[in-house]
Structure formats: structure tokens, C-alpha cells
């Protein structure tokens, strides 16, 4: 079961910012855990990644809740192909949903080869 974390909602519905701060990711990983009455979640991922908090930083929680056996493995979803590089993945952890559209060609370009070299994606050629 995948779990996405991160977003902050206002009482109207809306997305109204991103908490990834270490305190906020174990707290969102503690009332998942309660929520869906589990004992791990496979994988836990960002639904974004804030700018001012590197990606390595909040992925290194995620993997001492890996160690702690709260999460089966770490992940990252809606990202850039730099980010992916800095984020230090390896091919055991997954790598969630991209937008990709016949408007929008940029995952082809960019995120898909970077994707490769770690093994995420497949190559078909």
C-alpha cells in the first residue's frame, strides 16, 4: 500500500502548503499506521518535495523509518530529473507517478533517461 505524505490542507479543501519537516513526516507516518491498521506502509512518499528541505534530507527519515520497519521501502513521486539525481535513489526504491500528456513531453526528454540509469524504468529501445 502506498502512502503519500506532505500536503497541508485548509478547512476549506484545499491544498494550502508542504510540511516535510523530519517531526511532521514521523507524525503523518504514525496516524497512517493507526489509520490504516498496518504495520508498515510500502512505499511512503513525498507528494512533493519542498525546496527549502533537500530531498536527501527527507528521504534519509524516510530510510531510518525503513530500519525501524515502519516503511518497506522509500519513495518519490511528481519529480524532475534533477531532483532524482540529488535524492541518491538505488534501484530498490520506487519511484511513483509522473504527469505525462501529448501537451506536456518533458518526462520523455529529461525524467525518463535519468530513470533508466537507476534502473526505474525500463529501456525499450
Do not use: W
Not at 30 to 59: F, H, M, N
Not at 64 to 73: C, F
Not at 100 to 106: E, G
Amino acid at each position: 500500500m502506498s502512502v503519500k505524505f506532505g500536503e497541508l490542507m485548509a478547512p476549506n479543501g484545499m491544498p494550502c502548503g508542504i510540511d516535510s519537516r523530519s517531526l511532521a513526516i514521523k507524525n503523518y507516518l504514525t496516524y497512517s499506521l493507526k489509520r490504516l491498521v498496518v504495520d508498515y506502509i510500502d512505499p511512503y512518499e513525498p507528494g512533493r518535495i519542498k525546496p527549502e528541505i533537500p530531498v536527501q534530507e527527507t528521504l534519509g527519515l524516510i530510510a531510518e523509518m525503513v530500519n525501524a520497519g515502519y516503511v518497506k521501502h522509500k519513495g518519490l513521486t511528481e519529480v524532475d530529473a534533477e531532483t532524482l539525481r540529488r535524492a541518491g535513489f538505488s534501484s530498490s526504491d520506487k519511484f511513483g507517478r509522473e504527469v505525462n500528456s501529448l501537451f506536456n513531453r518533458k518526462i520523455e526528454k529529461e525524467l525518463l533517461p535519468t530513470a533508466r540509469k537507476f534502473s526505474f524504468a525500463k529501456n525499450d529501445s
